[in-house]
């Protein structure tokens, strides 16, 4: 979890640019994981789901910023079964050691992350998409709007969407970050030190979903898909979670 933001430079030649409906599917990295690959193209658009967040009803108490010196101007929104926010991404890299998150490349490294894995350990911020929620406070509690560890989140950027479980929490007033896995499946530098992007990305969580365990990337991609084409579609849901299944939070706009 980070206490201080990294100072993001400017990464414009470096981002992917849109996809268009006639552009061919960008291939996946050779060194991408599997959990990549089996997100790298989904039936559902990032225009799709765009389409139901342009209007913002506020849940939260109060407003966030993207870093400890922007003025606070991002609201936590509420939708039918979810809720979001439009921030930028800052990389969190903490939880287990790896070869591209640790003390050396990162000076922010935190060993833990605030979710643990099935068997115990934290996670693996390298190879499991995961985005980061701000600790509960005065401004929002995340946990009394049904988001909570594990929670499913599909992240939209640059017509691009990915799937995400809530691992790990921030400060109390900054939002607007995810795992270096999550940036690099979606074409956002993930370099700690210099990577993110200062604009653009929706994370879009699902109330009372939950992925079991946590660290199953896939099961979240199965799940987020399923959610997403339901919320898009306006349809109700009970199943939120792999495996046991949760009822939904069925309440209408905000609280």
Same mark, same amino acid.
């Given at each position: 979890m980070r206490f201080q933001s990294l100072t993001l430079v400017a990464a414009g030649a470096a981002l992917l640019a849109p996809t268009t409906p006639t552009a061919p599917p960008t291939p996946?990295?050779?060194?991408?994981?599997?959990?990549?690959? &089996? @997100?790298?193209?989904?039936?559902?658009? @990032?225009?799709?789901?765009?389409?139901?967040? !342009?209007?913002?009803?506020?849940? *939260? &108490?109060?407003? =966030?910023? *993207?870093?400890? !010196? @922007?003025?606070?101007?991002i609201p936590i929104c509420g939708a039918r079964g979810a809720v979001f926010w439009k921030a930028d991404m800052d990389i969190d890299c903490d939880g287990r050691p790896s070869d591209h998150c640790n003390r050396r490349t990162d000076p922010y490294f935190s060993p833990v992350t605030a979710y643990q894995q099935s068997d115990g350990r934290?996670?693996? @911020?390298? &190879?499991?998409? =995961?985005?980061?929620?701000?600790?509960? *406070?005065?401004i929002w509690d995340h946990e009394a709007d049904g988001v909570h560890g594990g929670a499913v989140a599909a992240v939209v950027y640059r017509g691009r969407v990915r799937y995400a479980v809530v691992g790990d929490v921030g400060p109390r007033d900054i939002i607007g970050e995810a795992s270096y896995a999550t940036a690099k499946a979606l074409g956002i530098p993930p370099d700690p030190r210099s990577g993110g992007t200062a604009s653009g990305v929706t994370y879009i969580v699902f109330r009372d979903s939950r992925v079991t365990p946590v660290e199953d990337a896939a099961a979240a991609t199965r799940v987020g898909e399923r959610l997403a084409r339901e919320f898009v579609d306006g349809e109700p849901y009970e199943n939120s979670s792999e495996g046991s299944y949760g009822k939904r939070h069925d309440q209408s706009y905000g609280r």
């Open positions: 996946p990295a050779a060194d991408e994981g599997p959990e990549v690959r &089996r @997100a790298a193209d989904v039936d559902l658009s @990032a225009a799709d789901l765009l389409s139901k967040v !342009r209007n913002c009803t506020p849940v *939260s &108490r109060g407003r =966030y910023r *993207s870093d400890g !010196r @922007a003025p606070a101007r934290h996670l693996n @911020a390298e &190879r499991l998409p =995961y985005i980061v929620v701000p600790t509960p *406070s005065g």
